[in-house]
């Protein structure tokens, strides 16, 4: 590996002179410098991150933290575009990622444990338990960090715009002739279920559509076989819906498999939405209608706010930055 000694030698300057050429201190000449950067390209220096970290205090290294309940890893479609659109974006910042775990060398660490011997410039929490005391420690500390759709006092968030997108949904679902909607949604302490709740019941009521308690139910995100079962428990009411709201379009298959098991068809007996608008969801027959979440421009978002977080942290504001999602009308709702 090529040093600045050896550069300093082949300039027949000193080291000082380098280190000042490389980081374009204002002491020396233009001609020194370019005289001197040039070399050092020609010799195929490379500057020590290591020594720029101990000497800057910055290690240009982002911590991800991914922990899925649903433990699909990076084939979660949802997931996988967030954090292909944070890495594309932090990358181009001049900035690396590096996942968070909580086992190195043998020993057990927290979370900000880990991120402080990786000495991680800031943190970005794209999916994670938030109730859990090692991550609400990483979220209470001076650590910069950004958070994916969940809201805390001291991160920056982003997220989808999940009132609007499932407000255009269930209006959408009115419009084609349905007053009997059921939802089973998300996991409760979700912000992003309670968003979407409460954005449910608000488009049922400027229409003034009431609908009845057994309607609404709860299972958790992708998990199929509990969505089965509560789409069972709604198919055999005496009054069952006449359109089901899945929380993703993962679990939904769990709801098809189960409408198709009673021998019914989708939308002509029962009509079917889904959430995220994942290119699954658009291969089946019929075409899903479900909301595509803008997954590039979310990641993106989080790295833009983090990195400035990082570069500006006495101007930074806690900010919740929400990214519009769109409408894919599909072929699961049928007109009533």
Same mark, same amino acid.
């Given at each position: 590996?090529?040093?600045?000694?050896?550069?300093?030698?082949?300039?027949?300057?000193?080291?000082?002179?380098?280190? *000042?050429?490389?980081?374009?201190?204002?002491?020396?000449?233009?001609?020194?410098?370019?005289?001197?950067?040039?070399?050092?390209?020609?010799?195929?220096?490379?500057?020590?991150?290591?020594?720029?970290?101990?000497?800057?205090?910055?290690?240009?290294?982002?911590?991800?933290?991914?922990?899925?309940?649903?433990?699909?890893?990076?084939?979660?479609?949802?997931?996988?575009?967030?954090?292909?659109?944070?890495?594309?974006?932090?990358?181009?910042?001049?900035?690396?990622?590096?996942? =968070?775990?909580?086992?190195?060398?043998?020993? *057990?660490?927290?979370?900000?444990?880990?991120?402080?011997?990786?000495?991680?410039?800031?943190?970005?929490?794209?999916?994670?338990?938030?109730?859990?005391?090692?991550?609400?420690?990483?979220?209470?500390?001076?650590?910069?960090?950004?958070?994916?759709?969940?809201?805390?006092?001291?991160?920056?968030?982003?997220?989808?715009?999940?009132?609007?997108?499932?407000?255009?949904?269930?209006?959408?679902?009115?419009?084609?002739?349905?007053?009997?909607?059921?939802?089973?949604?998300?996991?409760?302490?979700?912000?992003?279920?309670?968003?979407?709740?409460?954005?449910?019941?608000?488009?049922?009521?400027?229409?003034? =559509?009431?609908?009845?308690?057994?309607?609404?139910?709860?299972?958790?995100?992708?998990?199929?076989?509990?969505?089965?079962?509560?789409?069972?428990?709604?198919?055999?009411?005496?009054?069952?819906?006449?359109?089901?709201?899945?929380?993703?379009?993962?679990? =939904?298959?769990?709801?098809?498999?189960?409408?198709?098991?009673?021998?019914?068809?989708?939308?002509?007996?029962?009509?079917?939405?889904?959430?995220?608008?994942?290119?699954?969801?658009?291969?089946?027959?019929?075409?899903?209608?479900?909301?595509?979440?803008?997954?590039?421009? =979310?990641?993106?978002?989080?790295?833009?706010?983090?990195?400035?977080?990082?570069? *500006?942290?006495?101007?930074?504001?806690?900010?919740?930055?929400?990214?519009?999602?769109?409408?894919?009308?599909?072929?699961?709702?049928?007109?009533?």
């Amino acid at each position: 590996m090529v040093s600045l000694k050896d550069i300093a030698s082949r300039c027949g300057v000193s080291t000082a002179t380098v280190s *000042k050429a490389l980081h374009d201190q204002k002491d020396i000449s233009s001609d020194t410098k370019k005289r001197i950067k040039s070399i050092a390209k020609e010799m195929g220096y490379f500057p020590n991150a290591a020594a720029r970290a101990l000497k800057t205090n910055q290690s240009n290294d982002i911590g991800v933290l991914y922990v899925d309940e649903a433990a699909m890893g990076l084939t979660h479609e949802y997931f996988a575009g967030v954090l292909n659109g944070f890495k594309t974006q932090a990358e181009m910042l001049g900035y690396d990622i590096t996942f =968070i775990n909580t086992s190195l060398v043998g020993k *057990k660490m927290s979370y900000l444990e880990h991120c402080k011997y990786r000495n991680f410039d800031g943190v970005v929490i794209v999916c994670a338990d938030f109730q859990n005391s090692d991550v609400q420690e990483l979220m209470n500390s001076d650590l910069p960090v950004v958070t994916i759709d969940y809201m805390h006092y001291n991160c920056s968030a982003v997220s989808s715009n999940n009132v609007k997108c499932m407000s255009d949904l269930v209006n959408y679902i009115i419009d084609m002739g349905h007053k009997k909607i059921a939802y089973i949604h998300g996991q409760e302490y979700s912000s992003v279920t309670r968003d979407r709740l409460a954005a449910f019941y608000r488009a049922l009521e400027s229409h003034h =559509i009431e609908i009845p308690e057994d309607y609404v139910r709860e299972a958790r995100y992708l998990e199929a076989d509990e969505v089965a079962v509560q789409t069972e428990s709604l198919l055999d009411l005496d009054d069952p819906p006449t359109c089901i709201l899945y929380p993703d379009d993962t679990a =939904i298959i769990g709801g098809i498999n189960v409408i198709r098991q009673k021998g019914l068809k989708i939308p002509q007996d029962i009509s079917i939405a889904g959430y995220d608008g994942t290119r699954i969801s658009q291969m089946m027959s019929p075409k899903i209608t479900t909301i595509r979440q803008d997954t590039d421009s =979310i990641g993106r978002e989080a790295a833009k706010r983090l990195i400035d977080i990082i570069k *500006k942290p006495k101007t930074a504001l806690v900010e919740r930055v929400v990214v519009e999602g769109i409408l894919l009308e599909g072929e699961s709702v049928g007109r009533i």
